[in-house]
């Protein structure tokens, strides 16, 4: 044994250990805060980390979560926390951490710093493509956008038709025209190709050299076969001539295919253009749809956009993580790696186990757990799961659970969302004109349910204000519909709204219903119902003068002129015919000629041949 | 550069008649397992752990190293051919399961059929190795050792700056 070598060996793993020991915390703090803003797209702070590699424990005592769409704000951060990680993984770059303990949890804090973080362009890849939630999304903030400034009230039949035209800009004459122009230039390029074509051409070639075979007066059999041959010539001709028409016939044949696309849609643009008109207007459609949608549709549906967020937010972490996973790769001579058993099967992070508590911005203490997060559900075999709620004195609660569900092929969430027992006192129960008194008294629930599986969704989010009373004394009457909606909603105590979003049997459908809607679509009928509907016929009178007989015109332009081309195609094809039917009977007489000079020539042989053996 | 002449040196004095036979045979073996198995390997921190603590000869434990690592690539296929009928073989998979669901077995990587294959076979290696190359280190000063010192490259080595600073460094040394 070597003395010295023995002392070099501890002082060398002294010395790894005292490194790591000194620098090990601050170097993991770094790297997780740099990794976790990547993800996070703004910057994670953690403050005070601490790795303990006795007793496996990670403890840290702030962690603010920079919100990227305003990074002055927190998406969340927590006060103290303590985390228990198991030490084998590390060794496989896996960070497994079993338990966590988040204290003071709070949602959108205020930042003292700017929380944006530029993301590396070696880290940024390529920009993800809008997901599906996004899409419903969108669509869900325009449906909130929908019927917001609808007026109900001072509406009149006799409306300024003139200045509205003016306004509105009309789109679908232009377009029409815009139509009409590209059609004109394609039927222009068809009549010149029929004219200039070479094909007729070489049909009077071909029928000049088929004129010009007498048939019947050639002798030698030698003649006839180079007329033979000459004719094949012709008729492979006269085959390439037929192909060529046929592509002319195949490329003017998807031209109309485009045309007719596009005259199919003239009458979406006058709908567009009349929807417009009436928009403009503000003359609303008295239903049951779209009063609700009117009174409770803006504040509904931001609120459930918003919800939607926070799932799209899961959904895209998640693909994010899992693209994160190393891939498994056999090089040459590396060996392969056998799996006696799933004991290393961990994904590169997971979470175990979530205990939080914390307060909601409205200051309820909310307390719960969320499991298994994890960057590959298919190896933890685990959905996330959460369950989060709490209640304060007043009898406010707020529960929120769910499960984010990547383990088969088609992604789930279902989120269930309850906030009951807030007073309403002193607000509004909705933005619109029709309801513009404000409650004395009220308590207020919502109840919220979002179910989707890849790209179907199902959900219902529902308001239930109960115990209802309205202040009418600020706001004197202001005409016959006022008086009638404060007496429809001076009797109810309670409305509940509820609205659907689902496109469970087809396209997103996005419904929104309400208690007091027939209330207001009887007192509106019987008040401005028929104001209405003589704008809104005066409107679709002025937008059906305007366009005038542009698509009558169109439609014939383009019957006629398809027509014309038809004919002179026709004309084409049947001259091709006519030709390749000459060339084939030309080829039956060549070789019925053949046949005949064939037989002429062994009839004389056989003469001569007898009379010089003298039969 | 400096170091590697140091280690030079010093297996071609440990050759002629300083070290044991012995001490250079286990300098082979140690460097040989180093050198047949893939280099990052946990079990070679404690190989490389053994050639500090144990008075074998370090130059002889590199200069195998340096062979044996090119030996490996071209038997890189022998060992992986090993390596799966271990991991194959019926009678093995208790143990194999039993080394597997063991973490510290498992960060050997010895479930990889050239971790394996290729450290089987420089310990069975080292069975005929470390006799052989007693044998060797005896028979090379009783006959080659003359004849190395002889040849031109040695007298080039030896006619180098780089060895003469050596030299003078170790003089200075002693």
Redesign the interface.
């Known amino acids: 044994m070597r003395v010295k070598g023995i002392l070099f060996v501890l002082i060398v793993t002294g010395l790894v250990f005292l490194a790591s020991w000194v620098s090990i915390d601050s170097y993991i703090e770094s790297e997780i805060e740099y990794q976790a803003s990547l993800v996070n797209g703004a910057v994670v702070e953690i403050e005070d980390f601490e790795l303990s590699l006795v007793d496996l424990k990670i403890r840290w005592n702030q962690l603010q979560v920079a919100n990227p769409d305003n990074t002055w704000e927190n998406s969340f951060e927590t006060g103290e926390a303590e985390l228990d990680f198991l030490f084998w993984p590390t060794l496989w770059e896996r960070v497994i951490i079993e338990d966590i303990i988040l204290k003071d949890f709070k949602l959108d804090t205020e930042r003292e710093t700017d929380g944006y973080f530029e993301i590396p362009i070696n880290e940024s890849g390529e920009e993800a493509e809008p997901g599906f939630i996004a899409g419903v999304i969108y669509e869900i903030s325009s449906e909130a956008k929908e019927n917001v400034n609808t007026e109900f009230s001072n509406i009149k039949a006799d409306i300024n038709v003139d200045s509205l035209m003016a306004l509105l800009d009309l789109k679908a004459p232009e377009k029409i025209d815009s139509v009409k122009n590209g059609l004109e230039e394609k039927y222009q390029k068809w009549e010149t190709t029929f004219k200039e074509t070479d094909i007729n051409k070489e049909i009077s070639n071909i029928e000049t050299t088929i004129n010009a075979i007498d048939v019947k007066n050639i002798k030698e059999v030698d003649k006839v076969l180079a007329s033979i041959k000459n004719v094949q010539k012709l008729a492979k001709q006269v085959d390439s001539l037929k192909t060529r028409a046929q592509t002319i016939r195949n490329d003017f044949q998807n031209d109309f295919e485009n045309a007719r696309f596009s005259v199919g849609l003239i009458d979406n643009w006058i709908a567009d253009d009349y929807e417009r008109a009436l928009s403009l207007a503000k003359l609303p459609k008295i239903d049951a749809q779209n009063i609700a949608q009117s009174l409770f549709g803006q504040e509904l549906f931001s609120d459930y956009a918003a919800y939607l967020e926070y799932i799209a937010i899961a959904r895209e972490y998640s693909s994010k993580l899992a693209g994160g996973e190393d891939e498994e790769k056999i090089e040459r001579y590396e060996g392969k790696d056998y799996k006696f058993s799933d004991k290393y099967e961990w994904p590169a992070f997971w979470i175990q186990n979530i205990d939080l508590s914390g307060e909601t911005k409205t200051a309820i203490q909310l307390a719960g757990k969320i499991t298994n997060i994890s960057s590959d559900q298919q190896k933890t075999k685990e959905p996330i799961v959460f369950n989060l709620g709490g209640s304060d004195a007043s009898n406010r609660s707020m529960n929120l659970s769910g499960e984010f569900n990547y383990l088969g092929e088609d992604p789930r969430e279902t989120v269930r969302f309850n906030y009951s027992g807030f007073s309403l006192a002193g607000t509004k129960l909705s933005p619109s004109q029709l309801l513009p008194y404000n409650l004395v008294e009220g308590t207020g629930e919502v109840t919220a349910q979002v179910n989707i599986i890849d790209k179907r969704i199902d959900s219902e989010i529902e308001y239930l204000n109960k115990g209802l009373k309205f202040d009418f004394g600020e706001n004197p009457d202001q005409g016959r519909v006022q008086q009638l909606i404060r007496n429809a909603v001076s009797s109810a105590n309670q409305i509940n709204v509820t609205a659907l979003v689902d496109n469970v049997d087809g396209p997103l459908k996005v419904k929104i219903r309400s208690n007091i809607d027939n209330l207001f679509v009887d007192a509106l009928r019987s008040t401005i119902s028929n104001e209405v509907e003589q704008a809104r016929a005066k409107v679709e009178a002025r937008v059906k003068q305007e366009i005038g007989n542009r698509k009558e015109e169109l439609l014939s332009f383009k019957d006629e002129k398809e027509a014309q081309i038809r004919q002179e195609y026709d004309k084409l094809e049947t001259r091709v015919e006519e030709e390749l039917a000459k060339v084939t009977k030309l080829q039956d007489d060549l070789e019925k000629r053949k046949k005949e000079i064939e037989e002429e020539i062994k009839k004389k042989a056989a003469d001569a041949l007898r009379k010089k053996i003298g039969f | 550069m400096l170091i590697l002449l140091k280690y030079i040196a010093k297996l071609l004095k440990a050759l002629a008649s300083e070290a044991s036979p012995a001490q250079i045979a286990g300098g082979l073996i140690l460097g040989m397992i180093i050198g047949l198995t893939?280099v990052l390997s946990v079990h070679n921190l404690l190989i490389v752990?053994l050639i500090?603590?144990?008075?074998v000869n370090v130059g002889m434990a590199i200069l195998s190293f340096l062979v044996f690592s090119g030996i490996a690539y071209l038997a890189?296929?022998i060992?992986?051919n090993f390596?799966?009928w271990l991991?194959?073989h019926e009678g093995m998979?208790a143990t194999?399961?039993a080394m597997?669901?063991n973490?510290f077995w498992?960060?050997t990587?010895f479930?990889?059929?050239?971790?394996i294959?290729s450290f089987l076979i420089a310990l069975a290696l080292c069975i005929p190795m470390f006799p052989l190359a007693q044998i060797g280190v005896v028979q090379y000063r009783r006959h080659i050792h003359e004849r190395v010192m002889k040849t031109k490259a040695m007298k080039w080595l030896k006619g180098t700056k780089l060895f003469s600073v050596y030299q003078a460094y170790s003089r200075v040394r002693s």
């Open positions: 893939p752990v500090i603590i144990l008075k890189d296929p060992f992986h390596g799966i991991l194959e998979q194999w399961t597997y669901d973490e498992a960060i990587k479930y990889n059929t050239v971790v294959g």
